[in-house]
């Protein structure tokens, strides 16, 4: 007789509707003791869109141990009962893939703190230093942010039955973070305000004397900053920094906002968008377009882990097995992210996964980030 998963349905149902591919490892038993974490582990080189696209590689296929192995993780997550969940994003994102966790595993509750990656990372910060732990997964934070989240010791190792669906550049061989989606920096325009025939093309474009006073800049972009140097080489990237300041872009806090000033006309270029805001209001009808830049152009990866002493352990590892799984990847590309599991179907996100992009891939990255801080606003002022 076929044995019986969670919820009453058989073992190949229950695989398949989680979406767990990996190579029978014990979840309940004891996960591997943490890394010492006084300083970042050292991942693999950064990643290029090539590697880095989900449909480069097709997803591992599935073994029944890999149920047996959810099985008894979800039974040991419904005896804590709980999960919280700390998330960067919108209230929206989160509730989607809350519903979504919540219909695959009945019986834990989901709670989340959703706020700026600003706001999660404090937060996190504070309820460790002050020994009150209470969120027990990290969820959708930028990968810079794992080298302060690592040196404070916050991120507990956990290797997820789910590693063998990401390319190595995207999870910490110790299991400390993994990256699960991304989506690259773009330049944006106003259609209405700039003319395809006289829209930029690339990078270099926004220098010329035309676009002088009508670009816009996120205030803080010192990811975007720092991954511009990285590809252009420090000496040469500060060179065009400094021509950049010279064409006056307007500084404006918030991607949000300046994505909105750009639909309204207020401001005609974007010196660069998150990916999917453009894709995703272009499809609504908002006057914009993305342009597709002729140098490579840096990409944000965000991670997900668990965090150090969280309270419900095993709901824990069950939320992370979760938000690496198929279900977690297709609500993720729902939200025009891009997944970094293999083998999950892109749609319109499909031309921004081509983009030649820079993903950060080595936690390393984020201490470049904490010193470009004042080197950007040395150059760019304040808003």
């Not at 996190?124 to 942010?145: H, N, S």
């Not at 970094?340 to 470049?368: H, Q, S, Y």
């Amino acid at each position: 007789m076929e044995e019986r998963a969670p919820g009453g349905m058989d073992r190949r149902g229950f695989l398949k509707r989680a979406g767990i591919a990996a190579a029978g490892l014990g979840l309940l038993a004891c996960a591997p003791a943490a890394a010492p974490t006084a300083t970042p582990t050292k991942a693999p080189a950064p990643t290029s869109a090539a590697t880095a696209a989900p449909a480069a590689k097709p997803a591992a296929a599935p073994t029944p141990s890999d149920a047996d192995a959810l099985a008894k993780l979800y039974e040991a997550a419904k005896k804590e009962g709980e999960v919280m969940v700390y998330s960067m994003g919108t209230e929206q994102e989160w509730k989607q893939f809350a519903d979504d966790f919540g219909k695959q595993f009945p019986g834990v509750k989901t709670s989340g703190y959703v706020g700026t990656s600003e706001q999660v990372q404090d937060k996190l910060l504070t309820e460790a230093r002050a020994r009150r732990q209470v969120g027990d997964v990290v969820f959708k934070a930028p990968i810079d942010y794992v080298y302060s989240f690592t040196k404070e010791g916050l991120l507990d190792a956990y290797i997820s039955t789910q590693a063998r669906q990401f390319d190595p550049g995207h999870y910490d061989p110790n299991g400390l973070w993994y990256t699960n989606m991304w989506n690259p920096f773009a330049p944006e325009y106003n259609t209405q305000a700039i003319p395809k025939e006289q829209a930029p093309k690339s990078y270099a474009d926004l220098l010329k004397p035309e676009f002088k006073g009508k670009l816009g800049l996120e205030a803080t972009p010192v990811f975007w900053f720092t991954g511009m140097l990285s590809i252009m080489g420090k000496e040469k990237g500060l060179e065009y920094m400094k021509k950049l300041a010279e064409q006056k872009p307007r500084l404006i806090s918030g991607h949000t906002s300046l994505h909105k000033m750009v639909i309204s006309g207020e401001v005609s270029v974007a010196v660069y968008m998150f990916g999917l805001r453009v894709v995703g209001d272009k499809d609504k009808g908002a006057p914009i377009e993305w342009v597709y830049p002729t140098e490579k152009t840096p990409a944000l990866p965000n991670f997900a882990g668990v965090m150090k002493n969280a309270p419900h352990p095993n709901a824990a590892r069950l939320m992370l097995e979760y938000t690496l799984s198929e279900a977690g990847a297709k609500v993720m590309a729902n939200q025009l992210w891009i997944p970094t599991r293999r083998g999950v179907e892109l749609g319109n996100l499909a031309p921004l996964a081509k983009m030649n992009v820079l993903i950060p891939g080595d936690p390393m990255f984020g201490k470049e980030v904490e010193a470009n801080l004042k080197v950007f606003q040395d150059i760019f002022g304040r808003p």
